[in-house]
């Protein structure tokens, strides 16, 4: 070939692309899925829920720009576009840090943690329909593994905050006597 790869040698045999096509469905129709509850129920995608989430379960309340992209799983770019909606609706707030290097920092409000703890039970409750409820415990742990091994092929950082000691996006429980924040 003409673009420096090699040419493939061997196509995907009948049950590979049975498998293929089976995680291609899940990957386009799960998250479909879970941004139509969301949207419905609360106002959010898929996306900006993740964002709320992770920065819920931070220090303080409190990530910078990049280092909340790689634990929401989006771009730069992207997650700009979602905090600038999330801030809009009171939900975020930045601030700029000055020293080593100028780096925005995101803040979750407490009106922020307020439509989390509103969110949760419906996305929740929604993951636990289409997957957690219809697979053994088995077949979620061998799921979860060959999900892990996925990611850190395409991103080996991004896959070492999935790991079990490591960061979980989907594990937000609301917590008792959170300290308030503006």
């Known amino acids: 070939m003409g673009n420096g790869q090699e040419p493939v040698d061997q196509w995907l045999t009948p049950e590979q692309l049975r498998e293929w096509?089976?995680?291609?469905?899940?990957?386009?129709?799960?998250?479909?899925?879970?941004?139509?509850?969301?949207?419905?129920?609360?106002?959010?995608?898929?996306?900006?829920?993740?964002?709320?989430?992770?920065?819920?379960?931070?220090?303080?309340?409190?990530?910078?720009?990049s280092e909340l992209a790689l634990y929401a799983h989006g771009s730069l770019s992207r997650l700009s576009h979602a905090v600038s909606r999330?801030?809009?609706?009171?939900?975020?707030?930045?601030?700029?840090?000055?020293?080593?290097g100028r780096r925005t920092e995101v803040e979750l409000?407490?009106?922020?943690?307020?439509?989390?703890?509103?969110?949760?039970?419906?996305?929740?409750?929604?993951?636990?329909?289409?997957?957690?409820?219809v697979l053994s415990d088995a077949e979620l742990a061998g799921l979860g593994r060959a999900a892990r091994r996925i990611i850190a092929a395409i991103d080996p950082a991004a896959a070492a905050i999935l790991e079990p000691n490591g960061h979980h996006a989907d594990s937000f429980v609301p917590a008792a006597g959170v300290e308030d924040r503006p």
């Open 21 to 65: 096509a089976s995680l291609m469905g899940l990957v386009v129709m799960l998250p479909a899925r879970l941004d139509v509850q969301l949207s419905r129920d609360a106002g959010l995608n898929l996306f900006e829920y993740h964002v709320l989430v992770e920065l819920s379960e931070a220090p303080e309340r409190r990530r910078a720009m």
């Open 86 to 100: 999330l801030e809009a609706a009171g939900w975020l707030q930045r601030h700029s840090r000055r020293g080593a």
């Open 109 to 133: 409000t407490n009106a922020g943690m307020a439509k989390l703890e509103q969110s949760a039970p419906g996305h929740v409750g929604e993951a636990r329909r289409l997957v957690v409820d």
